[in-house]
């Protein structure tokens, strides 16, 4: 075991998660919480497997960085795991290690962004249900009196009157990580016009409002315009789940269910299908 002397301090992993938060990064934060000795120690490992801190044991170490792949990949917030979980069936000398120690996995990312392009009644709907759930939100609108303050006096929705649909675009979704833009303007070329901003950029997640019909002309002039094809079947169009939607706050609720699935992982079926297997 190492001397717990020699572990990071609290302060060095608070600066490792800054780091991770400015660079618009994702970590996981591994804290032993059941052991022998040591409860309280602290490893951050990064996506690029940069780690800071220790949990006391580089046998531990190890395993724990090994296994943050697969943390994330669930895109679970939190969970608790024992240390024989962890090690499955890897080849290692566990030594002293206890296998029935606990160790906490938490998720560190920047807060979830969500762009909306169109102030009109769906996107005005989703600005508000976004940012009540947590969504740093962006509204934007090429009509001024569309995203006037005194329409939503939240300050902490972003508003912003664009004169040009992609340059504003491509200022607010940056590198794309943590990044879900939903497209719901007034028409055919407004969505072009944003739908090309948006591919160019890559956000995590593309959502385009509209009936099949009205997609499909959007999208088949992206695909003649030289755009990806793989990446365009990943645009979800028409957006949002199936939950019969008819008011605009209803449409709302339907796309922001399917941001929140696709960031967790969630499959959008009821949860209440096992009793009918």
């Given at each position: 075991?190492?001397?717990?002397?020699?572990l990071?301090?609290?302060?060095?992993?608070?600066?490792a998660?800054?780091?991770?938060?400015?660079?618009n990064?994702?970590a996981?934060?591994?804290?032993?919480?059941?052991?022998?000795?040591?409860?309280?120690?602290?490893?951050?490992?990064?996506?690029?497997?940069?780690?800071?801190?220790?949990?006391?044991?580089?046998?531990?170490?190890?395993?724990?960085?090994?296994?943050?792949?697969?943390?994330?990949q669930s895109?679970?917030?939190?969970?608790?795991?024992?240390?024989?979980e962890?090690?499955?069936?890897q080849?290692r000398?566990?030594?002293?290690?206890?296998?029935?120690?606990?160790?906490?996995?938490?998720?560190?990312?920047?807060?979830?962004?969500?762009?909306?392009?169109?102030?009109?009644?769906?996107?005005?709907?989703?600005?508000?249900?976004a940012?009540?759930?947590?969504?740093?939100?962006?509204l934007?609108?090429?009509?001024?009196?569309?995203?006037?303050?005194?329409?939503?006096?939240?300050?902490?929705?972003?508003l912003?009157?664009?004169?040009?649909w992609?340059?504003?675009?491509?200022?607010?979704i940056?590198?794309?990580?943590?990044?879900?833009?939903?497209?719901?303007?007034?028409?055919?070329?407004?969505?072009?016009?944003?739908?090309?901003?948006?591919?160019?950029?890559?956000?995590?997640y593309?959502?385009l409002?509209?009936?099949?019909?009205r997609?499909?002309?959007?999208?088949e002039?992206?695909?003649?315009?030289g755009?990806?094809?793989e990446?365009?079947?990943?645009?979800?169009?028409?957006?949002?789940?199936?939950?019969?939607?008819?008011?605009?706050?209803?449409?709302a609720?339907?796309i922001?269910?399917?941001?929140?699935?696709?960031r967790?992982?969630?499959?959008?079926?009821?949860?209440?299908?096992?009793?009918?297997?």
């Amino acid at each position: 075991m190492h001397d717990s002397s020699k572990l990071s301090s609290p302060q060095a992993i608070l600066r490792a998660v800054a780091r991770v938060l400015e660079n618009n990064s994702i970590a996981a934060l591994a804290t032993l919480v059941e052991a022998e000795s040591n409860v309280g120690a602290k490893l951050l490992v990064d996506e690029r497997d940069e780690r800071t801190g220790s949990l006391s044991d580089s046998v531990l170490d190890d395993a724990v960085a090994t296994f943050t792949k697969t943390f994330l990949q669930s895109r679970a917030g939190a969970r608790t795991f024992k240390l024989e979980e962890i090690i499955g069936q890897q080849e290692r000398a566990l030594g002293s290690l206890e296998t029935d120690a606990r160790i906490l996995f938490e998720r560190i990312e920047p807060e979830p962004r969500l762009i909306i392009c169109g102030a009109g009644h769906v996107g005005a709907s989703l600005a508000r249900l976004a940012r009540f759930i947590g969504y740093r939100t962006t509204l934007i609108d090429d009509r001024a009196d569309f995203v006037a303050r005194e329409r939503f006096p939240d300050e902490e929705i972003e508003l912003i009157a664009a004169s040009n649909w992609a340059d504003a675009l491509r200022e607010k979704i940056g590198a794309g990580r943590g990044v879900s833009v939903a497209v719901v303007t007034r028409g055919h070329n407004e969505d072009e016009e944003c739908m090309r901003a948006v591919m160019a950029a890559r956000p995590d997640y593309v959502g385009l409002i509209g009936s099949k019909r009205r997609t499909n002309i959007v999208l088949e002039r992206l695909h003649d315009a030289g755009f990806d094809e793989e990446r365009l079947r990943e645009v979800r169009a028409p957006v949002g789940l199936d939950i019969g939607a008819v008011s605009p706050q209803e449409v709302a609720l339907s796309i922001l269910a399917e941001i929140v699935a696709e960031r967790r992982g969630g499959s959008g079926r009821p949860l209440s299908d096992w009793r009918r297997t």
